[in-house]
């Protein structure tokens, strides 16, 4: 545990490292489930929930609420994440909203020591031996009660909020939304949205990555999801002319002419009746035999 949670500390001194990774577009967000009963006081593993969008967003107030509320991480189902480490801090008004137990869904955890977790404006990070590979996972649970107001997750007060992957060395994306539970109000979701793939996009023979929306908009050709720029990809096409073939003509590349044993007949040109035929010339006998004297 003690190496945990110095490779933890480690990864807060570091902070959020910018580049996309496998926890890329993840979500954070507060689920509370009335019916929730834990064992001995440890709610963890509780939550109940098997879809972001099934999330209960909203308590009742006043004291005597019954169950717990619950930390998830959600990614897209198309997502294969990898999340050894969360970042993450509490916002919420203590003056109408009280917690009065909590734990950790991991192996361990690293809350910062002023204000202390799990007070307004409090930060921790929690820890996996093994990463995190579902799109859906519990992460943190509370016990208390609200008489109004929402208590939101957010970012860690000094680390920002970030998924932290098992990669040496490792990336940490950051969190994309951060949802909050209301007492007596309405809460926050924060479902993960998907996002518009990019692809090369060709416009006036210069490459672009962007959306297929945002390529069409600027009256470019989209070349496909995922397709990456490359020199020649957008390229002027080389110039065509007639290709004149056993006299019967085409329009074709010089190169493709050539190869196909044809006379190219220059850039621009183009195929008339009369091009590719080779001309008879009328001549008697006499200039004929005059030819090979």
């Known amino acids: 545990m003690k ?19 496998v926890n890329a ?8 489930n009335g019916a929730a009963i834990g064992t001995d006081g440890n709610f963890s593993g509780y939550g109940g929930l098997t879809s972001c969008d099934a999330a209960v967003t909203e308590a009742p107030a006043g004291p005597g609420l019954p169950g717990a509320w619950f930390a998830y991480a959600a990614f897209l189902p198309t ?19 009280f917690i009065t137990t909590w734990g950790k869904t991991a192996d361990g955890e690293l809350p910062t020591s002023s204000p202390a977790w799990p007070l307004n404006g409090s930060g921790i990070a929690v820890q996996w031996d093994q990463a995190r590979t579902t799109t ?7 016990t208390g009660y609200g008489y109004t107001g929402q208590l939101c997750l957010g970012p860690h007060p000094t680390q920002g909020g970030g998924f932290t992957d098992d990669s040496v060395p490792a990336t940490t994306d950051p969190i994309t939304a951060y949802g909050c539970l209301g007492f007596g109000v309405p809460g926050v979701p924060a479902c993960p949205i998907p996002t518009e793939p990019t692809g090369a996009c060709c416009i006036n023979f210069e490459c672009f990555v962007l959306t297929a929306t945002d390529c069409a908009a600027q ?34 590349t010089q190169h493709d002419c050539e190869a196909g044993g044809g006379l190219y007949q220059g850039d621009g040109t183009t195929c008339t009746p009369e091009l590719c035929i080779t001309p008879v010339q009328q001549k008697s006998w006499g200039q004929i035999k005059n030819n090979f004297r």
């Open 3 to 21: 190496k945990f949670l110095l490779a933890v500390a480690a990864l807060l001194c570091v902070g959020s490292v910018a580049m996309a990774g």
């Open 25 to 32: 577009n993840g979500t954070i967000f507060l689920h509370y």
């Open 79 to 97: 997502a294969s994440p990898r999340v050894a480490v969360i970042t993450a801090g509490l916002l919420y008004d203590q003056s109408n909203i």
């Open 136 to 142: 859906l996972f519990e992460w943190y649970w509370f």
């Open 219 to 252: 009256g470019g050709t989209y070349q496909g999801d995922g397709v990456p720029c490359t020199p020649e990809l957008c390229a002027p096409p080389p110039p065509e002319g007639a290709c004149c073939t056993n006299e019967v003509c085409t329009i074709a």
